[in-house]
Structures are given as structure tokens and as C-alpha cells.
């Protein structure tokens, strides 16, 4: 896997290695004899990557099946594999009962037909969008009016700062106010190049491992990110997002000041390769979600905090989500939603809002994010980061799509192409894809 295949579920792996299918709950002997995978009687199933005992989202997983007498299948495949393995098991005809799926692709499944309108549960409930953060509970919705999915958490993108390295280089930190002036792109390369040190002792900032730049940097130049709002044109190939990816690229091509396109290709092989740069002082500013919060208390060796993105035309940033949802061929829907409205209510927020990474998608959930000496100090400012954070313009052909400019980010990064011929030798057949043609 290349530099720029390197996704925001990779951050993910921090909490959870793979494991097999796990029973969690009541004994099996206890419950009726339907089959885990038919998610009938007492049982159910989960489909899901990287989630093994003693992360999060299996606590909450575990806990969920315990209240509801359930044994709950927990079945976590390898992130790397996992949406080959889901189309599979959702083309098998035994659907688990609930399944997590990738933020960026849930119109394609929804367009495909496999999954449920969760808008009938919703409306049952008396669910109020007004007690949800809006880029979370707008998201699953379709032009149709379905809900077809649901939001648990939240990783908005932040820029984690090794704060002993700003100190020692007599560096001002930025401001730690979303809505404060200045911390502009020119002071984000200011601050790196005094920031790194030579040799590759220290490099001032580590961007392109993590492909959320691909939005972040577009938008904050005023563009629609990598598609257009109505996902009819590859807005990453016109003016506003090739300038942001070769403003990117030539942080290393150009002032030096961020590792190579070779250095970061062999580091990503490494997991949590990019947060273990900035904890052992290696890098000084990463953008990264804060679901890499956790690694760097665990494992940082420096101090950190982090702080906004910097802005050229706006400042924003992108916002990435653990998202559930339940197959259209579900034997027991019911209980699948159950599930899902149990890991967004309060007990599981509770518990989620504890790794400091994770925002729960309710509101109320920010008064659970408390700083503690662990860090980050700025804790508050997941909180901002959201109210300024956009979703990816996703196509139901987004899937098809990364694969054609995804490899020519590659060139860009290692200086044979600019990012406008790149990115525009494959606009047309990112477009035909867009438009169902590819």
C-alpha cells in the first residue's frame, strides 16, 4: 500500500487488534437456538474491524449485550480487509444483525439497497436532531429522506503540536481559539521551519501520511474539497484543491521542513507510525484525528496539546465518524437498532468520552470531556473543531473513484508531477466514475 493509500482507519488499529469472532454476553446454552448470524432470539451478531477486548467500542458492545440478554457475535475482520469481506457477507444472504461501516461509503451501500432506513426508528423514539452534533446526525441522510446509518463518534482533524519543541525553538504555539485571527498557512510554515532541525533530527510538521489533507487543506482554501457539493465534478483537480495538495507536497519537495515521500512510504508500514513521530519528538506538528489522543497518552514521550488547523481562505477542518448501521437482510432488526441507540445514548458515551479521542455524537457529551494530566489540555477544542468541521462530499461511487487519483497523489508527493497535471490527467475518468459511468 502506497503513501497516499494510507487512510484514517489505519489511526484506527491504536485500539484494537484483530481478533476472531468473539461471543460476549449470556451463555450460548442460555439462549434460543437460532444462529448468531441470523440475529434471531437471543442472539445477534456484529460486524466490525479492529475491535477487540477491551477497546471501546467492544465495552460498549459488551455491556449492550448484557443489558439486552444477549450473546452478541462480535466478528472483527483485519481494517485493511474489511469492506471486501462485508460485501461478501452482505451478498451471502446471512446479513449480521448490525454492522460498522465506512463513513465515506455509506450512500454507495444505501444506493446498492443494503441497508435499512433507520428513519421509521428514529421517528418511533422520538429521536430530536437538536440533541445530536449537526455534521453527525445530518450525515446518513439521503436525498430520498432515509437515515441510513447511525453515528457514534466523532474524529474531527486537528494539528497535535509537540509543545517541548516549540518551547526549546522559541516558537509562539498557535491559538488554542478556533475562532481566534491569524495561525495562517504562512505561520504554519514559518513555525516549521524553525521548527526542524537538520539531518532529519526533527522535521517541523508530518501532513500527507493521513489522506484527511485531502479535504482539510481544499476547503480551508476556500473549495469544496475533493467533490463538488453536488459529487459531479472532482473539485481536487480544479484551482483551489490542486493549489492546497501542492502547497501539501512542497512542504518536503520545496522547504525541507516535512519527511519525504520515501521516508513516510517505509514509516507507514509501521503502525501508528505518524503518532509515534510526534510523541518521540521526531515531528513537531501532525494533522491527524483526535482518535490518535489515546496513543499519544499512552505512549507520548514529549508534551503535546492540539490546536486548530491553519487557515488560508477559512479555517475548518474535516470530520470522520464511527458509524453503525443495520443490513437491509437483518432477521432481527429491532434488536440491531437497540444496539445502535444504546452506543449513542448515555451509558456508552460515558464510557467512549473517556479515551479523550472520541466525541459521542450526542451534545451533551462535550461536558464529558474533561482534561486531565494525561493531555491534551486543550481538550476543549474537539468541541470547536466539530462546529467547524465538514463531512466529505461523498458520491456513492466514492469507493471507484479513489482508486484512479489516489496512485497519482504518489507522483505529487515525490515531485514528478504537479499536483494540477496529476490530478487533471485523471479528472475526466473521475468524473465519468461520478457519473456512473466508470
Request: charged content about 20%; proline content about 6%; glycine content about 8%.
Amino acid at each position: 500500500m502506497t503513501a497516499s493509500q494510507f487512510s484514517r482507519r489505519s489511526v484506527l488499529k491504536a485500539f484494537g487488534v484483530t481478533g476472531g469472532a468473539i461471543a460476549v454476553g449470556l451463555p450460548l446454552a442460555a439462549c434460543s437456538g437460532n444462529s448468531s448470524a441470523a440475529g434471531g432470539g437471543g442472539n445477534a451478531s456484529f460486524l466490525t474491524w479492529d475491535t477487540n477486548s477491551g477497546t471501546p467500542l467492544y465495552t460498549v458492545a459488551e455491556n449492550w449485550a448484557k443489558g439486552a440478554g444477549k450473546t452478541l457475535d462480535i466478528q472483527s475482520v483485519p481494517g485493511d480487509d474489511y469492506d471486501t469481506k462485508l460485501r461478501t457477507v452482505l451478498s451471502s444472504g446471512a446479513a449480521p444483525t448490525a454492522i460498522r461501516i465506512n463513513d465515506d461509503y455509506v450512500k454507495g451501500y444505501y444506493a446498492e439497497g443494503s441497508l435499512l432506513d433507520l428513519k421509521p426508528y428514529l421517528e418511533k423514539d422520538g429521536i430530536k436532531p437538536e440533541d445530536y452534533f449537526p455534521v453527525a446526525f445530518n450525515f446518513p441522510k439521503q436525498e430520498d429522506g432515509a437515515h441510513a446509518a447511525w453515528p457514534i463518534m466523532t474524529n474531527p482533524g486537528v494539528i497535535y503540536c509537540n509543545t517541548d519543541a516549540f518551547a526549546e525553538a522559541g516558537v509562539e504555539l498557535p491559538p488554542k481559539d478556533w475562532a481566534k485571527s491569524g495561525w495562517t498557512w504562512d505561520d504554519f510554515l514559518d513555525a516549521a521551519k524553525k521548527l526542524t532541525k537538520p539531518n532529519g533530527e526533527r522535521w517541523g510538521a508530518l501532513v500527507f501520511p493521513d489522506t484527511s489533507l485531502e479535504t482539510v487543506w481544499p476547503v480551508s482554501n476556500g473549495g469544496d474539497g475533493i467533490y463538488s457539493k453536488d459529487a459531479t465534478r472532482f473539485t481536487l483537480a480544479e484551482q483551489q484543491g490542486a493549489e492546497a495538495i501542492q502547497w501539501v507536497a512542497d512542504l518536503a519537495l520545496v522547504h525541507k521542513v516535512h519527511p519525504d515521500f520515501a521516508t513516510v512510504t517505509a514509516g507507514r508500514q509501521t503502525p501508528n507510525w505518524a503518532l509515534a513521530q510526534l510523541g518521540t519528538g521526531k515531528v513537531a506538528m501532525l494533522l491527524s484525528l483526535t482518535s490518535g489522543i489515546p496513543y499519544l497518552r499512552s505512549n507520548a514521550k514529549v508534551k503535546w496539546d492540539i490546536f486548530p488547523t491553519p487557515m488560508k481562505a477559512r479555517r475548518t477542518t474535516v470530520n470522520t465518524m464511527t458509524v453503525l448501521a443495520i443490513p437491509k437482510q437483518s432477521k432481527d432488526p429491532d434488536a440491531a437498532w437497540d444496539f445502535l441507540k444504546y452506543c449513542a445514548g448515555p451509558d456508552a458515551s460515558k464510557l467512549l468520552a473517556q479515551s479523550r479521542g472520541f466525541m459521542p455524537v450526542s451534545k451533551s457529551s462535550a461536558a464529558l470531556f474533561v482534561p486531565d494530566d494525561k493531555g491534551p489540555a486543550n481538550l476543549a477544542l474537539v468541541t470547536q473543531a466539530l462546529d467547524n468541521a465538514v463531512n466529505e462530499n461523498f458520491s456513492r461511487y466514492i469507493e471507484r473513484a479513489r482508486t484512479i487519483y489516489r496512485p497519482v497523489l504518489d507522483d505529487v508527493w515525490s515531485g514528478k508531477q504537479t499536483a494540477a497535471a496529476a490530478l487533471g490527467s485523471v479528472k475526466q475518468k473521475v468524473e465519468d466514475v461520478l457519473a456512473g459511468k466508470g
